[in-house]
């Protein structure tokens, strides 16, 4: 009994923590040229209505897989819900306008990729910020 | 038009540096729906705009079901090659594929891009994603206001200009090119010298969209009944109403006025529409209002909308009783005039994947055929004034 109520609980607790993970980071390897990016910019590069800052550096988002954090992570930043954000991306995509980001394996693999290309940001939780990346913006 | 299309991508192809290399990767997307249209009236088939052949039976997968596949490749730092493949049924009932864009596009600054080759002629607010039904709430676009342009494509050139103005995403698109449909019967029609400007600004949730287009235009009929009717217009002496009927001097023009607003809850929209041509086809004006609300993986919508009959093609008083009443006739089953409510359901039941259903209470105007056609045509006049319940279900997915 005793044991099956710790399984309740810990899967319990397991959902909770996907279904609210921590804050997130937009990251960009060390040595990109991209120092920091304004929530606004960040909105328009992930939507694919931006493809280069100001300054004329060309910037390529990475997306997550489909999971809890990518959904956060676009609400957050877009306020669009996963729903929203497919029928968004089918519109632009199918009337030619921008491809969707290309999209990591996992956490690691956004971090190793911002680092391989100097164009590329992803976004990660903050408590996988290390001495690997940059953060440019945090969405909370 | 596809010889230079497949030449194009051999050329791309070809390159030595391709996939994956320099530029990045190509990308495979995908669309499709699956619906069928059920009316209570047997005697009328639901058209989407005479470019499919209209059904005889009374459950129609024709006008709305389409699959389409893009392929994206990107040739250059800031250069790429797309090409979208469609097929739905056409206006002989055949479902074969064609080729819906087949652009290369070229990013000179980040706010300045231009594309060259097969596009998708934009005179409405949603054309670009027309067919992509995934992208909409609705099982169908309202026919009332996209029914008005019978073109898909437009071979030619744009311009995609973004400005920041007060925190405002504006984008101008100006546009030119050609383009040709065949549609029911043996009909065909062309546009040349198309020229265009649109106007798109987004804040935040809102998007506003304004639009002018304007072509040379030639048409011409394949059915029997304008055969008939153009031969003894001729015999009576009546040659200026048969050249105001069909051949190759006509314009058109088209302005629009839309918006979008979506919140995450509630999705609205609207647009007006006006069509003006010198000849061959009627001028109208249109206009949609759509509501809809995000409830979890639902979104119950509602849909009103008309298009009214400004002139229909001639108006030219025929003297000769007989020839009066086809030449009447002939004006009617070219008018669209209807309106509509539609009530309907979208239910984002996986990921990619939507299930729509939809009632729409379509009343065709006095003297019109609406978006349907008889399929009898022993009276012509039988459509006008009838009021058509239609059903629709819809499987609508993206990859």
């Known amino acids: 009994m005793r044991w099956t109520m710790s399984l309740i609980i810990g899967l319990a607790i397991a959902t909770i923590a996907q279904a609210a993970p921590s804050d997130l980071a937009i990251v960009s390897g060390k040595s990109s040229p991209a120092v920091e990016i304004s929530r606004e910019q960040a909105e328009r590069l992930f939507l694919g209505r931006l493809d280069a800052l100001p300054d004329g550096a060309v910037v390529n988002p990475v997306d997550l897989p489909p999971g809890p954090v990518r959904d956060q992570f676009y609400l957050h930043l877009t306020g669009k819900n996963p729903n929203q954000i497919r029928a968004y991306w089918s519109r632009l995509v199918f009337a030619g306008r921008a491809v969707p980001p290309k999209q990591a394996q996992s956490v690691a693999e956004v971090k190793s990729l911002v680092n391989k290309f100097n164009d590329l940001i992803g976004y990660i939780p903050i408590s996988d910020v290390d001495n690997s990346v940059r953060v440019l913006l945090r969405i909370e | 038009m596809l010889r230079w299309i497949f030449a194009l991508l051999w050329i791309v192809i070809a390159q030595p540096a391709r996939s994956g290399g320099d530029f990045g990767d190509w990308q495979i997307s995908g669309f499709g729906t699956i619906a069928g249209a059920f009316s209570d009236d047997d005697s009328i088939a639901l058209t989407r705009g005479a470019l499919n052949k209209p059904g005889g039976g009374r459950i129609d997968l024709g006008p709305d079901s389409i699959i389409g596949f893009q392929l994206n490749i990107p040739v250059a730092t800031r250069a790429d090659f797309t090409l979208q493949i469609r097929a739905g049924e056409d206006d002989k009932g055949h479902v074969e594929p064609t080729v819906g864009w087949a652009f290369l596009r070229q990013t000179w600054t980040p706010s300045l891009s231009t594309r060259i080759g097969r596009m998708r002629v934009p005179f409405f607010m949603l054309s670009d994603s027309l067919q992509v039904n995934y992208s909409n709430p609705w099982v169908r676009p309202p026919p009332e206001v996209y029914g008005l342009n019978p073109f898909n494509d437009l071979d030619g050139v744009d311009l995609l200009y973004h400005l920041d103005i007060a925190g405002a995403d504006v984008e101008v698109r100006p546009y030119i090119g050609r383009g040709r449909v065949e549609f029911a019967e043996n009909g065909s ?63 058109i023009r088209f302005d629009t006025l839309g918006f979008q607003w979506d919140d995450g809850k509630w999705l609205v929209s609207g647009e007006y529409m006006k069509r003006r041509a010198s000849r061959y086809i009627a001028s109208n004006h249109a206009w949609f209002a759509s509501l809809g609300y995000r409830v979890g993986d639902w979104t119950p919508y509602v849909t009103v909308a008309r298009q009214f009959l400004d002139a229909p093609m001639t108006e030219t008083v025929i003297a000769v009783p007989g020839l009066a009443e086809g030449v009447r006739a002939f004006n009617v089953s070219r008018n669209d005039a209807q309106h509509s409510t539609a009530i309907g359901v979208r239910w984002d039941f996986a990921r990619s994947m939507a299930l729509k259903g939809e009632y729409s209470r379509n009343r065709i105007e006095k003297d019109a055929w609406g978006t349907f056609f008889p399929t009898s045509f022993a009276d012509p006049f039988a459509l006008g004034g009838k009021t058509v319940h239609l059903y629709t279900l819809s499987l609508d997915w993206v990859f």
Not at chain 2, 199 to 221: C, D, K, N, P, T
């Open chain 2, 189 to 251: 029609a062309q546009i040349s010298n198309t020229k265009g400007l649109n106007l798109s600004v987004y804040i935040g949730h809102l998007s506003l969209h304004a639009g002018h287009g304007e072509s040379r235009f030639a048409l011409q009929w394949g059915d029997a009944q304008f055969k008939q009717l153009d031969a003894a217009l001729r015999f009576f002496g009546y040659e200026n109403v048969s050249r105001q009927l069909a051949g190759r001097d006509g314009y």
